[in-house]
């Protein structure tokens, strides 16, 4: 089990906790995370379809699930120490800052809120706003990136590390160079969409350059421990629980966990709305952080993944956190739990 990381910074410190939070029964929380690994490491995983990268089939027992509750309770079980790519859950956070960069009008014009219903990579758009359907698919998160303030791409780079390192309260957390050139070695897609998307004026300047900071967020490397973390800050009003360290400002909280509720799970978001209806990111290393507002950032790490790329066993445990937990957003109040 982890233990609550020394505040960073001057003057910082972990929150005064809601007078809510102060009913918190920290054995019963993580009584309850023990009990959703325990129930999903002995299920099979047969809706399994591949790996990303491929070699990672030889991984397929690892599972970690890590949870941070926003009083500050925090959770291990399992693999929480393994390493994986951020890959397309870096979306959520560089979506934040764009928000916090240019404002949600402005970025409305330049992304929009609505599923697609496309796979993630979809060269789709919306023809109607001239703009990408939502800034969880690749299209999208290329135009949150060119609209993150920097003279470079180092200066963006460095500011979005910023942000994640506030997220997860781990000032470490950095680029890893290797899960970036073979990201940069496979990128005829992305390129494509790019200069299809300049094309169409969706998106202006450097190609190359939005690209390689898109890519270098993607191959930030993560825990499951810190993933939940930044999810809890997600949950906690863009607070980091822990440090007591904002992250980004309160107000956009509402839209980033909005998105993630309906766009966040790439071609299955509208059926993941219906049955799960919790605010989610995936990525196709195996990664799922959740964010349930003003109760707990979720993160699993099982790299076998479904049709859609999402992680099995990361949609089974939210699955779990909605049907049996009663998390899901519409959810009558009496059977919520984590509360």
């Excluded at 060119?146 to 309260?169: A, H, N, Q, Y």
């Excluded at 299955?268 to 003003?294: H, L, M, N, R, T």
């Amino acid at each position: 089990m982890s233990t609550t990381p020394s505040p960073t910074g001057p003057g910082t410190g972990p929150p005064s906790p809601e007078p809510w939070a102060e009913n918190v029964d920290p054995a019963a929380v993580r009584a309850r995370i023990h009990e959703l690994h325990r129930r999903h490491a002995g299920l099979p995983v047969e809706q399994i379809v591949s790996f990303y990268p491929p070699e990672a089939e030889s991984w397929t027992d690892l599972f970690g699930l890590s949870g941070v509750h926003v009083s500050g309770v925090r959770v291990s079980v399992g693999d929480c120490e393994q390493r994986f790519p951020l890959h397309s859950i870096s979306k959520v956070f560089t979506y934040a800052l764009a928000l916090e960069d240019n404002g949600r009008e402005a970025t409305l014009d330049h992304v929009g809120v609505e599923p697609s219903g496309d796979p993630y990579n979809s060269i789709s758009f919306d023809e109607e706003r001239n703009r990408p359907h939502n800034p969880m698919v690749n299209a999208g998160a290329l135009v949150a990136t060119s609209l993150i303030r920097g003279r470079t791409p180092e200066e963006k780079v460095g500011r979005l590390l910023e942000r994640l390192r506030l997220f997860s309260g781990n000032t470490e957390l950095h680029v890893d160079a290797e899960t970036l050139d073979q990201q940069l070695k496979v990128n005829d897609r992305n390129l494509a969409t790019s200069y299809l998307m300049r094309s169409l004026g969706m998106l202006h300047g450097n190609i190359e350059d939005n690209i390689l900071v898109y890519l270098s967020v993607c191959s930030v490397m993560v825990t499951t421990d810190e993933l939940a973390v930044m999810g809890a800050t997600l949950a906690n009003g863009g607070t980091n629980p822990l440090t007591g360290n904002p992250a980004m400002p309160s107000e956009h909280a509402r839209d980033v966990t909005s998105v993630m509720t309906t766009c966040g799970m790439y071609d299955a978001a509208g059926q993941w709305f219906y049955d799960v209806g919790i605010p989610a990111k995936s990525g196709v290393s195996g990664g799922i952080v959740a964010a349930i507002p003003e109760r707990i950032g979720i993160a699993v790490y099982s790299p076998g993944l479904d049709a859609h790329g999402n992680s099995v066993r990361g949609v089974n445990i939210c699955r779990d956190l909605s049907t049996n937990f009663g998390l899901h957003v519409f959810a009558a109040p009496r059977r919520r739990v984590f509360t």
